[in-house]
């Protein structure tokens, strides 16, 4: 692919230096050099790129303007005509008038001109400009990218850290690198390679749009995550982040690491904006037209569901830190505004109305309800299995203490006598209390109770967000009858923005809680099922041993007998 844009670019009539150093770029574009030092993409290339950019699209484009000319010239004698036609001259008309009238006339036709000449020039300006910054940016965007992969996950990367950790961090940063280069060799076939009045800057995206929209969509849910790994390793990960940074900031101005792992939403979200631009500056009728209104469909897709995920994230991270902070009642008392005591107050007016019948609740989700309550159904199974769990090991205890008891009663009503049948009765009692008992119950909390505990204690933001659910969709209700009361223009935009807020925010949680608790409900359920196990195979392991010493016992008795 890239021998042959090479070589396509090598063939054009003109700018063979400027076209050499392309070729030079095209070729080590793709070769990955285990050198960081050594970049392939330096300014003097980028400069050489920008230099062709002009001369092959902004000068060329100008060119048509004098074709454009001859319409313009067309047209405005067409005009002339038309306005002759509409006003045929007078016999009484002639000498200076007739002459006066002329003039008039190649005036008017010299002003059509110049305004069409201008226009198309401004547009054939601004075009280029925009496909410059097109292609200078994500030649940069490439570089950094490039760059990043390449000192903290590639071959030269630090081997101290897993492959496991890195990845978590840099989610598929590999897969956007391929992805920014498959561009920059579209745009230089479809673009550089082309005519300007056959240049496709829209079939670039459109060829791209899927993996654009896998790749970045894939990138954007995961981006919360690396930076939580982040934090969560920052002592360990201190070395190694610090020594990456010191290499890039030699090739690029940087604050920190999380400025960088931003760059790719800042980049995909950029595109539907110069789409638009590009869009602004093409003629209707050229060839690239339908395909850019295609491709800026598809970009603002991708962006509109980025900004989603985005808002998900910020609607969890806002309502799930508030559980450690609302736990007093002192805390809750202190958070309460007016805003969230109408709030409040409306909810319960949309719980009453819809109780009483008088407004029914007409936003119903199945698949959340359904979700829901196999979500509760778990979490219940989970705690009444850590309950009936505890009330066994202490009535086991309980029943065991009380039979040590009485075993040792028995021993002393026959302490003047020798007998070695109480005596073993005695050690097994104590065996069993001590021995498999106590220590099996210790392993039943640190494998079983402690991570079914610790799996509620996970559940509760899941809870939490669920409340929060039911709490704004009983605010998009509110604001659907809101909006049916308004009585004036005023009013009703008013109400529509808030209809509009409330639907986004419920929307968004519940898109989220439908997509995260199928996985959250299949993962409680595994560490349920191997808790479950270590249970019933500890329970097993204790019945047999207190099965085979009371046998050891009856043996001895049986033999005294």
Known sequence: MNESVTESVLNSSSASNGRNKIKSFISKKNH???????????????????????????????????????????FSSSLSCSSSSSSPPSPIISGKKSKLISENEQLTCKDYESIYEDDIEHKCSSKGKVVDELIQTEMDF????????????????DSSISNELKDAIFCNLKDIVDLSSSLLNDFELNILNQRPEEVRVGRCFLKNCETI??????????????????????????????NGLTIIRQHVNTLDLQSLLLKPIQRVLKYPLLLQELIKNTENYHIDYQDLLEALKSMQDVATYINEIKRR???IVKYGRKIKENSTISNKMS????HSMIKKSNRISVKLSNALRINTVTTIDVTFDDLENKFHCVEKMIKTFIKDVIQLISTLKELLRTQMTSSESLHEYFSDEKNEEIDHYVNLNSLVLNDFISKKTILIHEKVLKPLKNLLECLEIPNKLIVKRRDKLLDYEFAKINIEKSKDKFSFRSNQDSLNESQKNFEALNNQLIEE?????????????????????????IYQNIHLEIEKLISKVSIFI
Not at 38 to 58: A, E, F, H, M, V
Not at 335 to 338: D, F, R, S, V
């Open 517 to 541: 608790l199928p996985g959250l409900i299949r993962r409680c359920t595994i560490v349920f099922d191997k808790c479950y196990q270590i249970f019933v195979l500890t329970q097993k392991n």
């Open 313 to 315: 994230h910020e609607l």
């Open 142 to 157: 490439y570089r950094v990218m490039k760059l990043l992969y390449e000192i903290y996950i590639g071959q030269n990367s």
């Open 335 to 338: 958070k309460l505004t007016m």
């Open 213 to 242: 929209r896998v790749v970045y969509s894939q990138y954007a849910q995961y981006i919360e995550y690396s930076n939580n790994m982040l934090e969560k390793n920052e002592k360990s990960l201190n070395n190694f982040i610090d």
């Open 32 to 74: 990955r050099n285990e050198n960081v030092e050594q970049n392939d993409l330096d300014d003097s290339r980028i400069s050489t790129l920008r230099n062709r950019l002009l001369c092959d699209i902004i000068k060329p484009i100008k060119k048509s303007i004098s074709s454009a000319s001859s319409k313009s010239s067309s």
